[in-house]
């Protein structure tokens, strides 16, 4: 005697609806009440879903997409360099910090002053030359002094001058909106900038790397969003349409440098 | 050499991707012009905000444009395509991840572009839109992509295999999945997906 067959599941009843399902298995279908209710369950709900479009991006919108993808480019296409990882910074920096810190290490036991701790390496480390070179960026001025680092986890360094002070911000749309007429040109008062040139410089160069800006920024602001404290610069990129220069706006976490958003004034 | 109304001569996308490769500009604006609806429709349904899905659009065509050289033509532009913004909202859902959300995730954003009418269908047609949303967010990333790109696309098994580079029986076995929980969801089932049969061990 053989045995009843199962009744047909949820992958059989998909078969059936992609017309992937042999006759048996449609009369199978067929000859089941409950595998029919449910068939039309999954009609319906593919039903809503087909007839639910997503509404079209405005033309303005799409005009700033496609101005920005193609921004970068800057040339031919077949030319256009492999893009860069985001959240790795370049081998050669890691490799010239990790002999920055063992030159720097030999040094100190060599002068018998390993016993100065390691807040004394972290400082020296700071100033090996990959690093030194980053934070003398002279489109950022340097503070005159070392001051402590305010953003948990970060990179340490000198706090960054010459970053203006955005505020904080419930969302990075909020942020966004704020951005959207003009770069402010200076910091409410009293408003310290809770970042540092290296934190700076290194978002810089990977943001710029990304969308393959060679010019400086012609700001830099630090805003937090949702307590997450977020780096933005502005770069007085032009539009591929016409001469007339568009200044591009990014966004970037400063512990990571991931996007948070790019837009096109 | 390309001529400053270069766009009304590409009548074929193979010639205009070629052409786009070549470093005809027009031809490749034309070309990203083509395929940004269809991207933004992917992206705004596999990540369920429109914020989200213009950052994750933004990222496809840039990556579109940087890739632009590697595509052999192999497969269709389009599946190419829907290949780089599936990847492109899927590394936005991981960064969205990471980072703190306020209010309700699911809605954060959404705007409803609906006629401007007062009529007795507006409220169902709201309810319908956030159910469909709400619904769709609820599903697993990885069911919500192959629902999407299988109810949405179009995309066959094969192809959608190909755009998530896994194998097609698991294409299937997940889109059966997720149509099965998005029907929960939309008609308010009460027997969840667990309790039904199903051929997966």
């Known amino acids: 005697m053989n045995d009843p067959l199962p009744p047909p599941s949820d992958e059989d009843l998909s078969a059936v609806l992609d017309g992937e399902a042999g006759l048996g298995l449609i009369a199978r279908v067929e000859a089941d009440p409950r595998a029919r209710a449910r068939l039309t369950a999954l009609r319906d709900a593919l039903a809503s879903l087909r007839s639910d479009p997503v509404t079209p991006l405005d033309q303005k919108t799409v005009d700033h997409l496609i101005a920005t993808a193609i921004s970068p480019a800057q040339g031919e296409v077949s030319s256009l360099p492999p893009r860069v990882s985001r959240q790795t910074p370049p081998s050669w920096l890691i490799a010239a910090v990790v002999l920055a810190c063992m030159a720097i290490g030999l040094g100190l036991v060599w002068s018998g002053r390993s016993n100065s701790g390691s807040a004394t390496l972290t400082a020296a480390t700071q100033k090996s030359s990959s690093s030194a070179a980053l934070e003398n960026d002279a489109s950022l001025p340097s503070a005159p002094h070392d001051l402590p680092t305010t953003i948990p986890g970060a990179l340490g360094g000198r706090q960054a001058s010459g970053v203006i002070e955005l505020g904080a911000f419930a969302t990075s749309d909020a942020l966004r909106v704020s951005l959207k007429e003009r770069f402010p040109t200076e910091s409410p008062a009293a408003n310290a900038v809770a970042v540092t040139n290296l934190q700076v410089n290194r978002c810089q160069a990977q943001v710029q790397n990304i969308l393959d800006i060679t010019a400086a920024p012609a700001h830099v602001g630090h805003a937090v969003v949702a307590r997450d404290p977020v780096l933005v610069y502005e770069f007085p990129a032009s539009s591929v349409t016409g001469s007339t220069p568009v200044p591009l706006v990014a966004a970037v976490a400063v512990d990571t440098c991931a996007q948070v958003f790019t837009f096109q004034r | ?201």
């Open chain 2, 1 to 201: 050499m390309t001529s400053p109304d270069a766009p009304a001569q590409y009548t074929e996308e193979g010639a205009r991707v070629a052409a786009a490769q070549a470093g005809d500009r027009p031809a490749l604006e034309h070309l990203l012009r083509d395929h940004q609806a269809q991207v933004y429709a992917v992206c705004r349904r596999i990540t369920g905000n429109d914020t989200d899905a213009l950052d994750a659009t933004q990222e496809a065509l840039i990556a579109v444009v940087r890739g632009l050289p590697t595509f052999d033509g192999r497969a269709k532009f389009s599946t190419w395509a829907y290949r780089i913004a599936t990847n492109s909202c899927l590394d936005e859902l991981r960064r969205r991840r990471r980072r703190p959300l306020v209010g309700l995730p699911e809605f954060e954003g959404t705007t409803l572009d609906l006629p401007d009418n007062h009529g007795p269908a507006l409220a169902d047609q709201v309810a319908n839109r956030l159910d469909v949303s709400a619904a769709l967010a609820e599903l697993p990333e990885d069911f919500r992509a192959v629902v999407v790109l299988r109810d949405l696309c179009q995309l066959d098994y094969a192809e959608i295999a190909e755009v998530l580079d896994i194998p097609a029986g698991t294409v299937r076995s997940r889109i059966a999945r997720g149509r099965a929980q998005l029907a929960d969801h939309l008609v308010g089932n009460q027997t969840g997906s667990s309790e039904r049969p199903t051929s997966r061990p």
